[in-house]
């Protein structure tokens, strides 16, 4: 069993990014020693809908932020996924998650493929990624990475499968009108895919955005073993990934997949 925590962090407007950044640090610092996996929300440092900061804090692709995560991770003997931010890189700027090992190496850095937004926000002014990412060997299995709005789109989860995914890790910045989705999405690529899912979102006040919350675990079998509500909070589970494995070999209903 391994001990996952989730970081429900606050990103309202009200907070500086730099005042945010050093609170969060220290929260993930506490939670390291605690915890076989830290994972936190997406664009957290910024706000997922405060777009109008995204070229301001934008950060190369090596960065002290993520490098003093890297710290917490091997001080603690602990896996940490950052969440995203945004990096700057030759091409422009992208939402990037990024997830450490317990040696504090970084072990993927994936750029957001579906960009939310229409024609506004970031799927105007980000570069999107062109891969899924996989993480091969961690504590809680093979993990697929994604970020908030890919969780709307079912095929990149059915890519991560088909390449041993065991467990999903979604960062997320998932508005108030639209969290009943964000629970029967989460709970859907759980049960069609027979895989863990750890989804953990933001709260507060991005422009004219409340973020919902709603951070949460579900087994293989699509059964809910943790969610929070609206507020800032941590939420910790228990996990065991060989669940994955014995629900398939119990339930095989991805042998009969025919596309």
């Keep these: 069993m391994k001990t996952i925590a989730l970081l429900q962090v606050s990103t309202d407007d009200a907070e500086t990014v730099e005042s945010r950044i050093e609170r969060v640090t220290a929260l993930t610092k ?5 915890s076989d996996w830290v994972v936190l929300p ?23 932020l993520v490098e003093s995560f890297c710290e917490i991770a091997k ?24 997830t450490i090992n317990n040696l504090g190496e970084i072990v993927s850095q994936y750029r957001k493929i579906h960009l ?56 997320s910045g998932w508005p108030t009108p639209r969290i009943s989705h964000w629970r029967t999405l989460n709970t859907a690529r759980a ?12 709260v507060g006040q991005n422009n004219d955005y409340t973020l919902g919350g709603n951070s949460m675990v579900i087994n293989p079998m699509g059964e809910v073993i943790g969610e929070l509500g609206l507020t800032q909070d ?19 209903v991805l042998k009969d997949r025919v596309l």
């Design 75 to 98: 001080a603690n003997n602990t896996w940490i996924h950052f969440g995203s931010f945004i990096e700057r890189h030759e091409k422009g700027i992208s939402n990037t998650a990024v």
């Design 116 to 171: 939310f937004g229409f024609d506004q926000g970031e799927a105007i002014m980000l570069s999107r990624g062109e891969k899924p990412a996989l993480i091969s060997d961690t504590t809680i299995g093979v993990v697929g990475v994604s970020t908030c709005y890919d969780l709307r789109f079912p095929e990149l989860y059915r890519a991560q499968v088909d390449l041993g995914a065991q467990t999903f890790v979604i960062a």
């Design 191 to 202: 049960i069609e895919n027979q895989a863990w899912v750890i989804a953990c979102n933001q």
């Design 30 to 34: 506490t939670w390291a020693a605690k």
């Design 234 to 252: 941590v939420l910790v589970v228990q996990i065991d990934v060989s669940d994955a494995t014995n629900w398939r070999d119990k339930f095989p």
């Design 42 to 64: 997406e664009l957290w440092h910024v706000g997922a809908f405060s777009s109008e900061l995204f070229e301001k804090y934008a950060l190369p692709t090596k960065n002290e």
